[in-house]
Protein backbone atom coordinates (compact mmCIF):
# COMPACT_ATOMS: atom_id res chain seq x y z
CA UNK A 1 0.00 0.00 0.00
CA UNK A 2 2.36 2.18 0.74
CA UNK A 3 4.54 2.28 -2.67
CA UNK A 4 1.63 2.24 -4.74
CA UNK A 5 0.51 5.70 -3.22
CA UNK A 6 3.86 6.93 -3.90
CA UNK A 7 3.86 5.48 -6.87
CA UNK A 8 0.49 7.17 -7.45
CA UNK A 9 2.14 10.44 -6.31
CA UNK A 10 5.09 10.09 -8.35
CA UNK A 11 2.90 9.62 -11.85
CA UNK A 12 0.81 13.24 -10.52
CA UNK A 13 4.17 14.92 -10.57
CA UNK A 14 4.89 13.46 -13.53
CA UNK A 15 1.97 14.21 -15.32
CA UNK A 16 1.41 17.65 -13.88
CA UNK A 17 5.04 18.65 -14.67
CA UNK A 18 4.87 17.12 -18.57
CA UNK A 19 1.34 19.17 -18.94
CA UNK A 20 2.99 22.46 -17.88
CA UNK A 21 5.79 22.20 -20.31
CA UNK A 22 3.38 21.08 -22.93
CA UNK A 23 0.96 23.91 -22.61
CA UNK A 24 3.07 26.50 -20.47
CA UNK A 25 -0.11 27.12 -17.97
CA UNK A 26 0.78 27.81 -14.17
CA UNK A 27 -1.84 25.48 -12.87
CA UNK A 28 0.32 22.32 -14.08
CA UNK A 29 3.17 24.01 -12.38
CA UNK A 30 1.79 24.44 -9.36
CA UNK A 31 0.31 21.07 -9.06
CA UNK A 32 3.91 19.42 -9.80
CA UNK A 33 5.38 21.70 -6.98
CA UNK A 34 2.74 20.25 -4.67
CA UNK A 35 3.34 16.36 -5.59
CA UNK A 36 7.18 17.27 -5.68
CA UNK A 37 7.42 18.81 -2.41
CA UNK A 38 4.87 16.27 -1.07
CA UNK A 39 7.29 13.01 -1.79
CA UNK A 40 10.59 15.20 -1.09
CA UNK A 41 9.36 16.02 2.73
CA UNK A 42 7.34 12.57 3.37
CA UNK A 43 10.89 11.33 1.97
CA UNK A 44 12.47 13.44 4.46
CA UNK A 45 10.15 12.87 7.17
CA UNK A 46 10.37 8.70 6.77
CA UNK A 47 14.11 8.77 6.83
CA UNK A 48 14.37 10.53 10.20
CA UNK A 49 11.27 9.11 11.64
CA UNK A 50 13.46 6.60 13.33
CA UNK A 51 16.87 8.42 14.16
CA UNK A 52 17.27 8.15 18.08
CA UNK A 53 14.48 5.45 18.95
CA UNK A 54 16.13 2.57 20.67
CA UNK A 55 14.23 -0.57 21.62
CA UNK A 56 15.78 -2.29 24.95
CA UNK A 57 14.09 -6.19 25.84
CA UNK A 58 14.81 -7.03 29.98
CA UNK A 59 13.84 -10.54 30.33
CA UNK A 60 14.34 -11.97 33.75
CA UNK A 61 15.22 -15.21 33.30
CA UNK A 62 15.98 -17.61 30.83
CA UNK A 63 13.99 -20.32 31.74
CA UNK A 64 10.33 -20.83 32.63
CA UNK A 65 7.79 -23.77 33.27
CA UNK A 66 4.73 -24.66 32.11
CA UNK A 67 2.32 -22.98 33.92
CA UNK A 68 4.23 -20.33 35.27
CA UNK A 69 4.51 -16.96 34.00
CA UNK A 70 7.05 -15.50 32.04
CA UNK A 71 7.54 -11.91 32.28
CA UNK A 72 9.60 -9.40 29.98
CA UNK A 73 10.14 -5.62 29.88
CA UNK A 74 10.35 -3.85 27.13
CA UNK A 75 11.50 -0.06 27.21
CA UNK A 76 11.44 2.17 23.92
CA UNK A 77 12.95 4.92 23.91
CA UNK A 78 13.37 8.17 21.80
CA UNK A 79 16.95 10.17 22.57
CA UNK A 80 16.12 12.10 18.86
CA UNK A 81 15.52 15.66 19.12
CA UNK A 82 12.30 15.44 17.03
CA UNK A 83 9.04 13.78 18.15
CA UNK A 84 8.28 10.67 16.49
CA UNK A 85 4.28 10.65 15.21
CA UNK A 86 3.89 6.66 15.32
CA UNK A 87 6.23 3.49 16.11
CA UNK A 88 5.56 0.34 15.36
CA UNK A 89 7.05 -2.86 16.83
CA UNK A 90 7.13 -6.20 14.69
CA UNK A 91 8.42 -9.14 16.99
CA UNK A 92 8.95 -12.73 15.72
CA UNK A 93 8.78 -14.68 18.90
CA UNK A 94 7.94 -18.62 18.61
CA UNK A 95 7.20 -18.79 22.31
CA UNK A 96 2.79 -19.77 22.55
CA UNK A 97 0.92 -19.13 25.54
CA UNK A 98 -1.91 -17.20 26.70
CA UNK A 99 -1.01 -13.00 26.66
CA UNK A 100 -1.96 -11.42 30.42
CA UNK A 101 -0.87 -7.42 29.32
CA UNK A 102 -2.80 -5.17 27.98
CA UNK A 103 0.70 -3.44 26.40
CA UNK A 104 1.73 -0.01 25.69
CA UNK A 105 -1.74 1.02 24.38
CA UNK A 106 -2.91 4.11 26.51
CA UNK A 107 0.02 4.46 28.22
CA UNK A 108 2.10 7.82 28.81
CA UNK A 109 5.90 8.20 28.32
CA UNK A 110 7.40 7.13 31.46
CA UNK A 111 4.25 5.10 33.07
CA UNK A 112 4.91 1.49 33.61
CA UNK A 113 1.90 -0.78 32.16
CA UNK A 114 -0.50 -2.21 34.20
CA UNK A 115 -1.54 -6.05 33.69
CA UNK A 116 -4.88 -7.55 33.12
CA UNK A 117 -6.75 -10.65 32.19
CA UNK A 118 -6.32 -10.46 28.68
CA UNK A 119 -5.20 -14.43 27.55
CA UNK A 120 -4.94 -13.90 24.05
CA UNK A 121 -2.71 -16.06 22.20
CA UNK A 122 1.03 -15.80 21.86
CA UNK A 123 3.73 -13.58 23.07
CA UNK A 124 2.32 -10.56 21.85
CA UNK A 125 5.17 -7.90 21.90
CA UNK A 126 4.33 -6.36 18.50
CA UNK A 127 2.45 -3.18 19.37
CA UNK A 128 2.32 -0.01 17.72
CA UNK A 129 2.97 3.35 19.96
CA UNK A 130 1.77 6.98 18.92
CA UNK A 131 3.09 10.27 19.89
CA UNK A 132 6.66 9.89 21.70
CA UNK A 133 7.70 12.90 22.45
CA UNK A 134 11.77 13.85 22.09
CA UNK A 135 13.65 12.39 24.66
CA UNK A 136 10.98 10.53 26.52
CA UNK A 137 10.41 6.65 27.19
CA UNK A 138 7.41 3.98 27.11
CA UNK A 139 7.98 1.00 29.66
CA UNK A 140 5.83 -1.84 29.77
CA UNK A 141 5.71 -5.87 30.97
CA UNK A 142 4.16 -8.54 28.25
CA UNK A 143 3.36 -11.00 30.82
CA UNK A 144 2.79 -14.55 28.78
CA UNK A 145 1.73 -17.71 30.14
CA UNK A 146 3.67 -20.78 29.35
CA UNK A 147 1.62 -23.69 28.29
CA UNK A 148 3.95 -25.76 26.04
CA UNK A 149 7.69 -26.88 26.63
CA UNK A 150 10.62 -26.47 24.37
CA UNK A 151 12.94 -24.28 23.08
CA UNK A 152 11.76 -21.07 21.59
CA UNK A 153 12.78 -18.02 20.23
CA UNK A 154 12.24 -14.47 21.56
CA UNK A 155 12.54 -11.71 18.56
CA UNK A 156 14.25 -10.60 16.35
CA UNK A 157 12.38 -7.54 16.64
CA UNK A 158 12.36 -4.66 14.67
CA UNK A 159 10.69 -1.05 14.46
CA UNK A 160 8.94 0.27 12.08
CA UNK A 161 8.09 4.13 10.96
CA UNK A 162 7.07 6.49 8.30
CA UNK A 163 5.61 10.09 7.09
CA UNK A 164 2.45 11.00 8.27
CA UNK A 165 1.15 10.85 4.47
CA UNK A 166 2.17 6.99 4.24
CA UNK A 167 4.01 7.11 1.08
CA UNK A 168 7.35 5.74 2.66
CA UNK A 169 7.85 3.48 5.07
CA UNK A 170 11.24 2.63 6.99
CA UNK A 171 12.49 -0.18 9.59
CA UNK A 172 15.46 -1.02 11.23
CA UNK A 173 16.90 -4.09 13.29
CA UNK A 174 15.90 -3.54 16.94
CA UNK A 175 16.92 -6.33 19.15
CA UNK A 176 18.73 -9.75 18.55
CA UNK A 177 17.01 -13.04 19.25
CA UNK A 178 17.47 -15.04 21.98
CA UNK A 179 16.11 -18.36 23.25
CA UNK A 180 14.07 -18.95 26.68
CA UNK A 181 13.50 -22.82 27.55
CA UNK A 182 10.49 -23.61 29.26
CA UNK A 183 10.55 -26.54 31.00
CA UNK A 184 8.39 -29.51 31.93
CA UNK A 185 5.88 -29.14 34.60
CA UNK A 186 5.94 -31.20 37.45
CA UNK A 187 3.05 -32.57 39.40
CA UNK A 188 3.27 -33.40 43.12
CA UNK A 189 3.72 -37.25 44.04
CA UNK A 190 2.24 -37.60 47.46
CA UNK A 191 4.16 -41.42 47.75
CA UNK A 192 6.81 -43.01 45.58
CA UNK A 193 8.08 -46.38 47.27
CA UNK A 194 11.28 -47.23 45.52
CA UNK A 195 12.87 -50.74 46.46
CA UNK A 196 16.07 -50.64 48.53
CA UNK A 197 19.17 -51.95 46.53
CA UNK A 198 20.02 -55.67 47.56
CA UNK A 199 23.75 -57.52 46.93
CA UNK A 200 24.35 -60.79 46.47
CA UNK A 201 24.01 -62.98 50.06
CA UNK A 202 22.32 -60.04 51.44
CA UNK A 203 24.99 -58.22 52.39
CA UNK A 204 24.84 -54.28 52.83
CA UNK A 205 27.84 -52.01 50.99
CA UNK A 206 29.99 -50.46 53.16
CA UNK A 207 32.68 -48.12 51.24
CA UNK A 208 33.53 -44.61 52.69
CA UNK A 209 32.78 -41.54 50.41
CA UNK A 210 33.71 -37.78 50.46
CA UNK A 211 30.11 -36.70 50.14
CA UNK A 212 27.97 -36.23 53.32
CA UNK A 213 25.14 -38.63 53.27
CA UNK A 214 22.64 -39.57 56.23
CA UNK A 215 25.10 -42.54 57.29
CA UNK A 216 27.99 -41.06 59.59
CA UNK A 217 29.82 -44.21 60.83
CA UNK A 218 32.89 -42.81 62.54
CA UNK A 219 35.05 -39.80 63.17
CA UNK A 220 38.83 -38.50 62.26
CA UNK A 221 40.96 -35.55 62.40
CA UNK A 222 40.66 -32.60 60.20
CA UNK A 223 42.20 -32.68 56.76
CA UNK A 224 42.59 -29.99 54.62
CA UNK A 225 40.01 -29.95 51.91
CA UNK A 226 37.07 -30.68 55.04
CA UNK A 227 34.06 -28.86 54.71
CA UNK A 228 32.98 -27.36 57.69
CA UNK A 229 29.62 -29.54 57.36
CA UNK A 230 31.66 -32.97 58.42
CA UNK A 231 33.04 -30.81 61.53
CA UNK A 232 31.68 -33.08 64.76
CA UNK A 233 31.77 -30.06 67.15
CA UNK A 234 30.82 -32.44 70.49
CA UNK A 235 34.09 -34.51 69.93
CA UNK A 236 35.97 -30.95 68.53
CA UNK A 237 35.72 -29.72 71.81
CA UNK A 238 36.12 -32.49 73.97
CA UNK A 239 39.58 -33.16 72.23
CA UNK A 240 40.39 -29.90 71.44
CA UNK A 241 41.07 -29.81 68.18
CA UNK A 242 39.07 -30.08 64.93
CA UNK A 243 37.25 -34.07 64.39
CA UNK A 244 35.50 -34.36 61.46
CA UNK A 245 32.58 -37.38 60.94
CA UNK A 246 33.04 -39.92 58.14
CA UNK A 247 30.55 -41.09 56.24
CA UNK A 248 29.74 -44.21 53.67
CA UNK A 249 27.84 -44.26 50.55
CA UNK A 250 23.74 -44.03 51.07
CA UNK A 251 21.92 -47.09 51.06
CA UNK A 252 19.65 -46.03 49.14
CA UNK A 253 19.63 -47.32 45.25
CA UNK A 254 19.94 -45.22 42.25
CA UNK A 255 16.42 -44.83 40.04
CA UNK A 256 17.12 -44.80 36.63
CA UNK A 257 14.33 -42.91 34.40
CA UNK A 258 13.98 -44.51 30.83
CA UNK A 259 11.33 -42.42 28.70
CA UNK A 260 10.42 -44.46 25.48
CA UNK A 261 10.46 -41.70 22.73
CA UNK A 262 10.12 -43.79 19.82
CA UNK A 263 7.63 -42.43 17.84
CA UNK A 264 6.28 -46.01 16.61
CA UNK A 265 4.52 -46.15 19.91
CA UNK A 266 3.04 -42.53 20.41
CA UNK A 267 -0.52 -41.67 20.01
CA UNK A 268 -2.68 -38.58 19.74
CA UNK A 269 -6.08 -38.09 18.71
CA UNK A 270 -6.22 -37.36 15.10
CA UNK A 271 -7.73 -33.47 15.50
CA UNK A 272 -5.89 -32.42 18.09
CA UNK A 273 -4.39 -28.86 17.58
CA UNK A 274 -0.58 -27.84 17.61
CA UNK A 275 -1.33 -25.83 20.57
CA UNK A 276 -3.77 -25.10 24.06
CA UNK A 277 -7.50 -25.65 23.43
CA UNK A 278 -9.08 -22.18 22.22
CA UNK A 279 -10.77 -20.56 25.12
CA UNK A 280 -9.42 -18.94 28.52
CA UNK A 281 -8.42 -20.89 31.03
CA UNK A 282 -7.61 -20.23 34.71
CA UNK A 283 -4.61 -18.53 35.80
CA UNK A 284 -3.86 -21.62 38.18
CA UNK A 285 -4.23 -24.09 35.32
CA UNK A 286 -3.14 -25.04 32.19
CA UNK A 287 -4.20 -28.21 29.87
CA UNK A 288 -1.79 -31.43 29.41
CA UNK A 289 -1.95 -32.15 26.08
CA UNK A 290 -3.69 -35.13 25.21
CA UNK A 291 -0.77 -37.17 24.01
CA UNK A 292 1.33 -40.40 24.79
CA UNK A 293 4.54 -38.20 24.52
CA UNK A 294 3.53 -35.41 26.75
CA UNK A 295 1.54 -37.56 29.86
CA UNK A 296 4.87 -39.48 29.52
CA UNK A 297 7.36 -36.39 30.04
CA UNK A 298 5.58 -35.21 32.70
CA UNK A 299 5.53 -38.44 34.48
CA UNK A 300 9.47 -38.40 34.06
CA UNK A 301 9.57 -35.34 35.05
CA UNK A 302 7.31 -35.27 38.35
CA UNK A 303 9.59 -38.69 39.06
CA UNK A 304 12.79 -36.74 39.00
CA UNK A 305 11.54 -33.92 40.76
CA UNK A 306 10.05 -35.83 43.41
CA UNK A 307 13.00 -38.30 43.98
CA UNK A 308 15.58 -35.78 43.62
CA UNK A 309 13.73 -33.48 46.51
CA UNK A 310 14.25 -37.08 48.64
CA UNK A 311 18.22 -37.09 47.56
CA UNK A 312 17.85 -39.92 45.59
CA UNK A 313 20.70 -40.43 42.83
CA UNK A 314 18.72 -40.00 39.46
CA UNK A 315 19.49 -40.70 36.27
CA UNK A 316 17.41 -40.46 32.55
CA UNK A 317 17.90 -42.15 29.45
CA UNK A 318 15.87 -41.53 26.42
CA UNK A 319 16.41 -41.61 22.45
CA UNK A 320 14.60 -39.01 20.89
CA UNK A 321 16.32 -37.55 17.90
CA UNK A 322 19.54 -38.43 19.74
CA UNK A 323 20.92 -40.32 22.42
CA UNK A 324 20.17 -38.74 25.92
CA UNK A 325 21.92 -40.21 28.90
CA UNK A 326 22.23 -38.38 32.00
CA UNK A 327 24.56 -39.93 34.53
CA UNK A 328 22.70 -40.89 37.83
CA UNK A 329 23.68 -38.20 40.72
CA UNK A 330 21.49 -36.00 43.09
CA UNK A 331 20.55 -32.52 43.72
CA UNK A 332 19.33 -29.16 42.35
CA UNK A 333 21.87 -29.36 39.16
CA UNK A 334 20.95 -32.60 38.54
CA UNK A 335 17.24 -31.61 38.73
CA UNK A 336 17.50 -28.92 36.34
CA UNK A 337 19.93 -31.14 33.73
CA UNK A 338 17.16 -33.49 33.53
CA UNK A 339 14.41 -30.82 32.90
CA UNK A 340 16.19 -29.33 30.88
CA UNK A 341 16.77 -32.18 28.82
CA UNK A 342 12.71 -33.49 28.88
CA UNK A 343 12.27 -30.17 27.36
CA UNK A 344 13.46 -30.57 24.60
CA UNK A 345 12.67 -34.15 23.90
CA UNK A 346 10.90 -35.38 21.20
CA UNK A 347 9.54 -38.23 19.83
CA UNK A 348 11.08 -39.21 17.06
CA UNK A 349 13.50 -42.04 17.91
CA UNK A 350 13.46 -45.33 16.17
CA UNK A 351 14.54 -47.62 18.76
CA UNK A 352 11.82 -49.21 21.20
CA UNK A 353 11.81 -49.30 24.52
CA UNK A 354 13.26 -53.16 24.83
CA UNK A 355 15.85 -52.33 22.32
CA UNK A 356 17.15 -49.21 24.45
CA UNK A 357 17.28 -52.02 27.33
CA UNK A 358 19.40 -54.30 25.93
CA UNK A 359 21.89 -51.21 24.87
CA UNK A 360 21.84 -49.51 28.43
CA UNK A 361 21.49 -52.61 30.50
CA UNK A 362 25.19 -52.92 31.01
CA UNK A 363 25.04 -48.84 32.08
CA UNK A 364 22.54 -50.05 35.66
CA UNK A 365 25.06 -50.63 38.39
CA UNK A 366 23.56 -53.83 40.42
CA UNK A 367 21.05 -52.93 42.77
CA UNK A 368 19.38 -49.73 40.68
CA UNK A 369 16.21 -49.05 39.99
CA UNK A 370 14.65 -48.87 36.38
CA UNK A 371 11.72 -46.67 36.07
CA UNK A 372 10.04 -48.08 32.46
CA UNK A 373 7.92 -45.11 30.94
CA UNK A 374 6.17 -46.29 27.65
CA UNK A 375 2.77 -46.55 25.83
CA UNK A 376 3.89 -49.82 23.89
CA UNK A 377 1.66 -52.14 24.85
CA UNK A 378 3.52 -55.23 23.43
CA UNK A 379 4.84 -58.15 25.33
CA UNK A 380 8.05 -57.77 24.44
CA UNK A 381 8.61 -55.36 27.30
CA UNK A 382 8.57 -58.27 29.81
CA UNK A 383 11.08 -59.72 28.02
CA UNK A 384 13.62 -56.66 28.31
CA UNK A 385 12.37 -56.77 31.98
CA UNK A 386 13.25 -60.08 33.03
CA UNK A 387 17.15 -59.25 31.12
CA UNK A 388 17.32 -56.44 34.07
CA UNK A 389 16.32 -59.10 36.84
CA UNK A 390 19.12 -60.90 35.70
CA UNK A 391 21.41 -57.80 36.13
CA UNK A 392 19.81 -57.50 39.59
CA UNK A 393 17.82 -54.70 38.48
CA UNK A 394 15.04 -53.96 39.86
CA UNK A 395 12.38 -52.93 36.95
CA UNK A 396 9.06 -50.41 37.57
CA UNK A 397 6.43 -49.93 34.55
CA UNK A 398 4.58 -46.55 34.19
CA UNK A 399 2.62 -47.39 31.34
CA UNK A 400 0.48 -45.19 29.78
CA UNK A 401 -3.20 -46.68 27.84
CA UNK A 402 -2.66 -45.89 24.29
CA UNK A 403 -6.22 -46.99 23.74
CA UNK A 404 -7.57 -43.96 25.98
CA UNK A 405 -5.18 -41.17 23.83
CA UNK A 406 -6.67 -42.97 20.65
CA UNK A 407 -4.06 -45.78 20.15
CA UNK A 408 -3.95 -49.38 20.07
CA UNK A 409 -5.30 -51.33 22.76
CA UNK A 410 -3.64 -53.31 24.68
CA UNK A 411 -1.89 -51.37 27.69
CA UNK A 412 -4.09 -52.74 30.34
CA UNK A 413 -3.73 -56.03 29.73
CA UNK A 414 -0.09 -55.43 29.89
CA UNK A 415 -0.74 -54.46 33.16
CA UNK A 416 -2.14 -56.75 34.87
CA UNK A 417 0.38 -59.88 33.29
CA UNK A 418 3.23 -57.50 34.47
CA UNK A 419 1.29 -57.15 37.80
CA UNK A 420 1.20 -60.62 38.54
CA UNK A 421 4.55 -61.46 37.90
CA UNK A 422 5.36 -59.27 40.69
CA UNK A 423 6.60 -55.97 38.91
CA UNK A 424 5.12 -52.63 40.10
CA UNK A 425 3.16 -50.81 37.54
CA UNK A 426 1.56 -47.75 37.15
CA UNK A 427 -1.18 -47.24 34.36
CA UNK A 428 -1.95 -43.73 33.26
CA UNK A 429 -5.20 -43.06 31.12
CA UNK A 430 -5.57 -40.00 29.41
CA UNK A 431 -7.38 -37.58 31.82
CA UNK A 432 -5.70 -38.58 34.99
CA UNK A 433 -3.58 -36.47 36.87
CA UNK A 434 -0.19 -38.03 36.83
CA UNK A 435 0.53 -37.17 40.41
CA UNK A 436 -1.99 -38.80 41.77
CA UNK A 437 -1.73 -42.00 39.30
CA UNK A 438 1.72 -42.00 40.54
CA UNK A 439 1.01 -42.22 44.11
CA UNK A 440 -0.96 -45.52 43.72
CA UNK A 441 -4.47 -43.05 43.23
CA UNK A 442 -5.74 -42.59 39.76
CA UNK A 443 -8.29 -39.56 39.97
CA UNK A 444 -8.89 -38.08 36.50
CA UNK A 445 -9.49 -34.48 36.24
CA UNK A 446 -9.92 -32.14 33.26
CA UNK A 447 -6.94 -30.08 33.36
CA UNK A 448 -3.00 -30.77 34.42
CA UNK A 449 -2.44 -27.81 37.74
CA UNK A 450 0.72 -26.45 38.34
CA UNK A 451 2.28 -27.65 41.56
Request: aromatic share 6%; proline share 6%.
Amino acid sequence: MTRSRAWVVLVLFSLCLFGGLATGRELFYSLAYLWGGLLITSFVWARSALSGVILERQARSTAAQVGSVFEERLILRNQGRLPKLWVEIRDHSTLPGYWATPGPAGLTADEPGTARAADLPGHRVSSVIAGLGSGRELRWLVRTRCTRRGRFRLGPASLESGDPFGLFRISKDATPAHHLIVLPSTDPIAEFTVPSGYLPGGGALHQRTNQVTANAVGVREYAPGDGLSRIHWRSTARRERLIVKEFEIDPKVDVWIVVDASSMTQSRPPDLAEDQPRGILPRSEVRLPPTTEEYGIAAAASLAFHLLSRDRAVGLIAYGRVRHVLQANRGQPQLNQILETLATLEAFGRLGLDEVIRIEAPRFPRGATAVLITADPRQSLLVATQELERRRVSPMLVLLDAESFGGVPGSAALAERASRRGLRVRLIRCGDRVGNVLSGAAQPLPAWKVA
